[in-house]
């Protein structure tokens, strides 16, 4: 029976992908590993996205390694500095050396009788077929398709004489200086785009159909800052670390408990960044509650800033129709453009797009039950790696890879071969892969894995509770089945018995 070529594969050279590999190599050092990339460079969604003013949307001190101290004094960075970030930690621990690029993986097949996946990738342009193997596969991703974002099918946009652009395929060539650019959406890549491109565009308008919530927050961390300069840079990382996950737990609480309250708060910065004449209950003020979808964050006000001086403004209404120059809508207004920016989001797939199978029989990712926010019920020895939704990606990734390794040690004392999460618990109910009321995440949660009404099979989106449970929590669970590998068959004694 032959020896797979990694005990473990890792899929994507991301923030997730390098993380993985630090926790692999550190915790269990006596496995081999390798990451496959489907592009040619470290950095996954920092790498991918290049529209103006990209930034991070979380504090570098959550968003950074629990490993790796952030040291820049900036807290919510620009995306080179964290794709910077990201490749010096590949560097630093020679992450990089194991990655291989241009490899897409695309299915992955177990076999029980070998307790080895094979993965099926594609490689370089001429995509030529290659199969390795390996006992555990680890999906790190993400959760979107990188060949393209979502757009609505807009009416008559084909009637525009204009460029249309996604953020998510930003073109080298794009000159906006000077130029009318409308930009279609209220979230975060929206707001970050608006003020950036204001700074040389003749007028940038974000079109929104309708408003998000919206918070001012420096760019910089003053507390982390007088840390850093009076402490050893990790341990100021730490203190930093914490004092920041405890303060957006906090403010998650209070969202859920007294959604009011935090509206009316979220709403005063606004009226007191835009003036009080400014039309905040029209363009600012949603209709859901705080944290049913995810806020924005600007630094330093910025979109408020660029607004107030005229550079940009905010226009909440439904699209008609597109005009060789411009938008019509249903107020009857028409907006004037040269450039239509298309910030309407992401489109999710579970896993990257990776067709599953086990033991020949292909496993339909969207009728399983997520264990633990990472395995897969009833699909031996996968995890992946997702971050949180109220919060950032990485703290989730990193407790996510601390577990698998606690998994994949504790298979190696026992002499285990294979984990599978099974759904032997008749009273645990189906509910959502997540309770977020977000465009993006409607459209696609019918085709991620359920969660269910309790542990281990719910998600709760809460650092704290994760810690208690993918740190110290039980390896071993009612819901996790081992086993170990099936012994060899020797031919001989086939033959023997049956003369």
């Not at 630093?92 to 070998?114: L, N, P």
């Not at 408020?304 to 001086?309: A, G, N, Q």
Request: net charge positive.
């Amino acid at each position: 029976m032959p020896a797979p070529d990694f005990d473990v594969l890792i899929v994507g050279a991301g923030l997730s992908g390098i993380g993985a590999g630090y926790h692999l190599q550190t915790n269990c050092p006596d496995r081999t590993y390798a990451i496959l990339e489907g592009r040619e460079a470290i950095g996954g969604t920092w790498d991918l996205f290049r529209y103006p003013g990209i930034r991070s949307d979380s504090d570098m001190y959550t968003l950074g390694y629990s490993f790796r101290p952030w040291t820049s004094p900036k807290a919510i960075a620009d995306g080179a500095s964290i794709l910077d970030y990201v490749r010096d930690t590949a560097r630093t621990y020679g992450i990089d050396k194991e990655i291989r690029f241009h490899r897409s993986v695309k299915r992955a097949d177990w076999s029980s009788q070998d307790a080895m996946w094979t993965v099926e990738v594609e490689r370089g342009p001429e995509k030529t077929v290659e199969r390795l193997t390996c006992n555990f596969l680890f999906m790190c991703s993400g959760y979107y398709k990188y060949e393209k974002g979502y757009t609505p099918d807009f009416p008559g946009i084909g009637n525009f004489s204009g460029r249309v652009v996604h953020p998510q395929k930003w073109p080298d060539d794009l000159d906006y200086a000077g130029r009318n650019v409308v930009v279609i959406g209220s979230g975060a890549t929206a707001v970050t785009l608006v003020p950036e491109m204001a700074r040389t565009a003749a007028h940038v308008t974000m079109l929104q159909r309708s408003p998000t919530y919206v918070v001012a927050r420096p760019d910089e961390d003053d507390i982390a800052n007088w840390l850093r300069a009076r402490l050893p840079a990790k341990l100021a990382y730490g203190i930093t670390r914490w004092k920041n996950v405890l303060r957006g737990m906090y403010f998650y609480r209070m969202c859920k408990r007294k959604p009011d309250h935090v509206k009316n708060l979220i709403l005063g910065g606004v009226r007191h960044a835009l003036g009080q004449d400014y039309d905040v209950a029209k363009h600012f003020t949603p209709r859901y509650k705080p944290w049913d979808q995810r806020l924005c964050l600007v630094p330093n006000g910025d979109l408020f800033r660029s607004i107030k001086s005229g550079q940009s403004s905010v226009v909440t209404d439904t699209i008609t129709g597109f005009t060789g120059n411009g938008i019509t809508l249903a107020s009857g207004q028409t907006l004037d453009a040269d450039i239509v920016v298309t910030a309407t989001g992401l489109d999710l797939q579970v896993l990257g797009g990776l067709e599953v199978s086990v033991d020949g029989a292909h496993v339909d990712l969207s009728k399983t039950m997520n264990y633990k926010g990472l395995m897969y019920s009833g699909v031996p020895n996968l995890a992946s790696a997702t971050g949180y939704t109220n919060a950032s990606w990485t703290l989730k990734c990193d407790l996510t890879c601390e577990y698998v390794c606690r998994l994949l040690n504790y298979m190696k004392a026992k002499g285990y071969a294979q984990a599978t999460p099974r759904r032997t618990d008749p009273t645990v109910t189906e509910l959502p892969w997540l309770d977020f009321s977000s465009g993006y995440v409607q459209r696609a949660v019918d085709k991620f894995p359920r969660q269910g009404s309790k542990r281990p099979w719910r998600l709760y989106q809460n650092y704290a509770l994760d810690i208690v449970t993918l740190r110290f929590g039980k390896v071993k669970d009612e819901a996790m089945e081992f086993k170990r590998k099936p012994a060899a068959i020797d031919v001989r004694d086939v033959k023997q018995s049956a003369a």
